[in-house]
């Protein structure tokens, strides 16, 4: 039997699968589409036990079917979306709540509480994130203020909590072992990225109590084994890494300097900083990268709330497509592209202007504005913002000379070459564009020294065969600056109406 390494991948939309070989390349994959629930305007739910199930049924389809290609797994990487938060009784794994999720904006109020009593520079010399609904903080404290009796059993030890690779990993090992990484934890408002601890004071500010919290370990720590169906022995699971923090790795950005920018439902770009915490002028967040045998990297990160999940809601809420990739022919149909700018702030708007509370809008719309144009318009809007968050960067003092893309918007080559053009920077495509399931596979392979420290993850064939792909800006300065200079005027226009001025 060949060697296999399991990757959990739970995203926020769908449960994923994937079983890679020595080589990574993927054998086998297994996909479950996850429910989204909107409770109540600005709202974004998850059932934390659909999530379970789902990760039941795809690991086991997957395991089937690497079986019989000759794999056996022996190793485990889970990889999620960051942010997420559940809470969970002890004695039952049960969840008292659905899990909140990282796009859910209920708890602005705490927020501009907190705000007021000016707390935002503890918060972000201690975390080095900023102020907002969309950390786990204020998600956990309002399910403790929200759920009947909650807030009294959560000190008394009777309930746990965490972000999504914690439940799952609760569950996998049966409750044995309730943990998480750094990445994640760095994620929450509540860790300490300089100390690498749970920071008793932040506990206090956001009441969250220590009894409800996971063990912080290194990504690549063990964290315990699994039993899954179809397999003789227990699996180690030896990886954990939140999404963004996986693409990272899997898109091999090991060295300060080198970035990423995934564009799934959000976009998210990480620039490596190596051991130094670079503190950001421009309201970037200051992470966890990674802690691998022991030693933490840092990275710089910007984040936009709306990438693909925009082209979605054209297609859900407007019906201007039947298909999400339908929109690279409607926008590669255009003979002159667009003057239509859409600032897609669906549920706020990210880094670098944090407001929870601005509201997508469209702007220069015509007689002669059509699906097409507005399908071109949000495509454009990924690129504009990761513009100006590569701007932030640099104006931080780190500029990224390439930049690694991946996710599933960027099967758009489009996209992809406007983002080269807008940004003026050579744009990286990998073969395999599940670089957050390649990074979490990596982490446990190299872990149990199942793959060599020298694989080169980005080269080879991608699932259908394809080959990675280059892009290089092809677009006039002049022009260049005309649209950013609109995108900007845009987001002002945005920003006012947002703030009722």
């Known amino acids: 039997m060949t060697t296999g390494i399991l990757a959990i991948d739970q995203g926020t ?3 994923r699968a994937i079983i890679f070989d020595q080589a990574m390349k993927v054998v086998a994959t297994s996909q479950c589409e996850l429910r989204q629930i909107y409770p109540h ?16 049924q795809t690991t086991r389809a997957a395991i089937a079917e690497a079986a019989a290609e000759g794999v ?5 990487g889970i990889t999620n979306q960051r942010e997420t938060v559940v809470v969970w009784d002890r004695a039952t794994g ?16 705490q927020c501009k509480a907190l705000a007021q009593q000016g707390a935002e520079a503890l918060i972000a010399e201690r975390t080095g994130l900023l102020l907002d609904p969309y950390f786990s903080a204020t998600k956990i404290g309002w399910l403790l203020d929200n759920v009947d009796g909650a807030r009294e059993a959560a000190p008394a030890g009777k309930l746990a909590c965490g972000t999504i690779d914690s439940f799952l990993l609760w569950h996998l090992t049966q409750g044995r072992v309730h943990a998480t990484d750094v990445t994640n934890a760095s994620r929450t408002s509540l860790y300490n990225i300089e100390t690498l601890q749970w920071d008793d004071e932040l506990l206090d500010l956001f009441g969250v109590p220590r009894a409800m919290l996971p063990e912080v370990r290194d990504c690549d720590a063990d964290f315990g084994e699994t039993r899954i169906e179809g397999c003789d022995a227990p699996i180690p699971v030896r990886g954990i890494a939140g999404d963004q923090q996986a693409a990272l790795i899997g898109q091999q950005c090991f060295a300060p300097g080198e970035a990423k920018s995934t564009y799934g439902t959000g976009g998210f770009i990480l620039l490596n900083t190596g051991e130094e915490i670079v503190r950001s002028d421009h309201r970037l967040i200051s992470t966890i990268a990674y802690r691998l045998r022991g030693k933490v990297a840092y990275a710089l990160e910007g984040s936009i709330f709306i990438a693909g999940a925009g082209v979605q809601w054209l297609r859900d809420n407007l019906a201007l497509m039947d298909d999400a990739a339908e929109s690279e022919a409607m926008a590669r149909g255009l003979e002159h592209g667009t003057d239509v700018y859409f600032v897609p702030a669906l549920t706020g708007l990210g880094a670098p202007h944090w407001l929870p509370d601005a509201r997508g809008a469209i702007f220069g719309l015509s007689r002669a504005t059509g699906p097409e144009q507005i399908a071109a318009a949000m495509l454009e809007a990924v690129g504009f913002q990761t513009a100006d968050l590569t701007q932030a960067m640099a104006s931080d003092g780190i500029a990224a000379a390439t930049m690694r893309v991946d996710g599933g918007m960027v099967h758009n080559d489009w996209m992809c070459q406007f983002l080269a053009d807008i940004l003026d920077l050579t744009i990286e495509r990998p073969a395999n564009l599940e670089t957050t399931a390649v990074g979490a596979a990596f982490v446990a392979g190299r872990a149990l020294d199942i793959l060599p420290e020298d694989i080169d993850l980005r080269q080879g064939e991608g699932e259908d065969g394809g080959e990675g792909a280059r892009f290089t800006s092809q677009m006039d300065a002049a022009i260049r600056a005309r649209k950013l200079a609109a995108w900007h005027k845009a987001v002002e226009a945005t920003k006012a109406f947002a703030s009722g001025a």
């Open 13 to 15: 939309t769908s449960t």
């Open 41 to 56: 305007s600005g709202w974004v739910e998850h059932d934390a036990e659909e999530i379970w199930q789902a990760t039941q």
């Open 72 to 76: 056996s797994v022996k190793a485990l």
């Open 94 to 109: 049960k969840p008292i709540h659905n899990a909140i999720v990282w796009q859910d904006r209920r708890t602005a109020p």
